[in-house]
C-alpha cells in the first residue's frame, strides 16, 4: 500500500510540474473561472474583481515569452471592471513600461482626451493591450527613447489568453481596438486597418468564452493620430458611430 502511494504522489508531482501555472491556478479555483464567463448582471462585483487580480498577478509575473525577460514593468490593464466600453491597444510603450499602466505617455495623454470627447471618464471604460509587457526594437537598452515597436504574431499569440480573460471578465459591450495590430488580432480575417474600419463585427475569442454578443469597432491607435493629425477626422467619425450604437447622443466636438 506504502509502495502505491509513493508511486501515486510520485506521478502526481510530474503532473504538476508539466502543467501551466495559470492553468493550474484557474482548474483549482472553479468559482473564479466561472465569474470570469458571466454576464455584468449577474456576476458580483467582488467575483469579478477577483478574477481580474488573479489575472493581473499572473501577468505581472509572467516569463513566458522573451518580452518578459526585458520588461520593467508588466502592464495588466485598468479601468471599470463593469465598463460597458473597453478600449485595446497594442502594448505597453516607454512610461507604461515604468510606472506598470496602460497609455499613461503621449498616445494615452490623447486617448484620455478622446475619452472625454466621448462623454466618458477614463474610470468608466476598461484600457488594455494585446501584450502586457513592452515590446523594444533594442530590449539590451530599455532607457532609450524611440526603441517601441509593435509586437509580433507569436508574442500576441502567447499573451492572447490574457487579454481574451479580460474581455470575458469585464463583458464589455463594445470594444475599440486601436490600431492595425489590435484590430487585425481581433477581428477575424482582417488584412488591414482600412479594410475594417468603419463597421461593427462580432467578437469571437479563442481563449476564453463570452455568454453574449460583444461589437468590436477598429479606428486607428493614438499614437498613429500624433503622427499623423490629419487622421483626427476618420477617428471621430468611428467614434461617434460608436456612440450612437450605444444609445448616446455624440457631442459635435472633434479630439
Excluded at 448582471?41 to 488573479?54: C, F, M, N, Q, S
Excluded at 495590430?181 to 477581428?187: F, T
Amino acid at each position: 500500500m506504502r509502495k502505491a502511494l509513493k508511486t501515486l504522489a510520485g506521478d502526481l508531482r510530474k503532473h504538476l510540474r508539466s502543467q501551466d501555472e495559470g492553468e493550474i491556478i484557474l482548474k483549482a479555483a472553479p468559482c473564479k473561472k466561472r465569474a470570469a464567463f458571466k454576464t455584468p448582471e449577474t456576476a458580483p462585483a467582488a467575483d469579478k474583481a477577483a478574477v481580474l487580480e488573479g489575472l493581473a498577478a499572473q501577468i505581472k509575473t509572467c516569463k513566458r515569452c522573451a518580452l518578459g525577460q526585458t520588461r520593467l514593468n508588466a502592464v495588466p490593464g485598468e479601468g471599470n471592471i463593469n465598463a460597458r466600453l473597453m478600449f485595446i491597444g497594442e502594448g505597453p510603450g516607454y512610461e507604461e513600461d515604468r510606472q506598470g499602466r496602460p497609455f499613461v505617455g503621449k498616445a494615452g495623454q490623447l486617448l484620455d482626451k478622446m475619452i472625454v470627447a466621448m462623454g466618458f471618464t477614463r474610470q468608466e471604460v476598461f484600457i488594455a493591450n494585446m501584450v502586457k509587457c513592452h515590446p523594444m526594437i533594442d530590449p539590451q537598452n530599455p532607457d532609450k527613447r524611440g526603441n517601441d515597436r509593435a509586437p509580433d504574431g507569436e508574442e500576441i499569440a502567447v499573451c492572447r489568453r490574457y487579454i481574451e480573460r479580460q474581455i470575458a471578465a469585464v463583458s464589455p459591450d463594445y470594444i475599440v481596438a486601436l490600431g492595425g495590430v489590435a484590430g487585425k488580432s481581433l477581428i477575424m480575417d482582417a488584412k488591414s486597418l482600412s479594410a475594417i474600419r468603419g463597421k461593427f463585427y462580432d467578437l469571437q475569442l479563442t481563449e476564453a468564452a463570452l455568454t453574449k454578443p460583444v461589437k468590436i469597432l477598429a479606428t486607428f491607435h493614438p499614437a498613429a493620430l500624433l503622427r499623423n493629425p490629419g487622421w483626427k477626422k476618420d477617428a471621430w467619425a468611428d467614434l461617434k458611430m460608436l456612440l450612437a450604437a450605444m444609445g448616446r447622443t455624440p457631442p459635435s466636438k472633434e479630439v
